[in-house]
């Protein structure tokens, strides 16, 4: 796994503003923005405002803001409109695709999903 602190994590310049991004949906403990090469129609990342570089570390640090990341997400998916119809998915380690090395969900809907890809 390749380790990224705050200070050069694409990230956490998000959260703290030094980068701008397409904002749809916020909580004390987490962001929720849109991908910049979305996947979906609807391609949403949500992001913990506390750095861990995988959601299994940020489940051992802090269940709150383990469980904030995917509430977060259920609200994103309802603001847009597919709150019954979205895929939620967690690249872990670079052999599973993570390629930002802070915990986070990709929220994917608006097309349709067969089993290993969308159509």
Not at 78 to 95: C, F, H, K, L, S
């Amino acid at each position: 796994m390749t380790s990224q602190t705050p200070s050069d994590c694409l990230f956490c310049k998000i959260v703290a503003g030094e980068i701008p991004d397409d904002r749809v949906a916020e909580s004390d403990r987490s962001i929720a923005f849109r991908d910049i090469k979305p996947a979906a129609p609807v391609h949403v990342l949500v992001v913990p405002r506390r750095h861990e570089p995988t959601v299994g570390a940020l489940a051992a640090a802090s269940d709150e803001d383990l469980a904030d990341i995917f509430r977060l997400a259920a609200r994103v998916a309802e603001q847009e409109g597919v709150p019954d119809a979205y895929r939620m998915i967690v690249n872990t380690g670079t052999a599973a695709g993570q390629t930002v090395f802070h915990a986070h969900v990709h929220v994917l809907a608006g097309a349709a999903f067969t089993e290993g890809r969308m159509v």
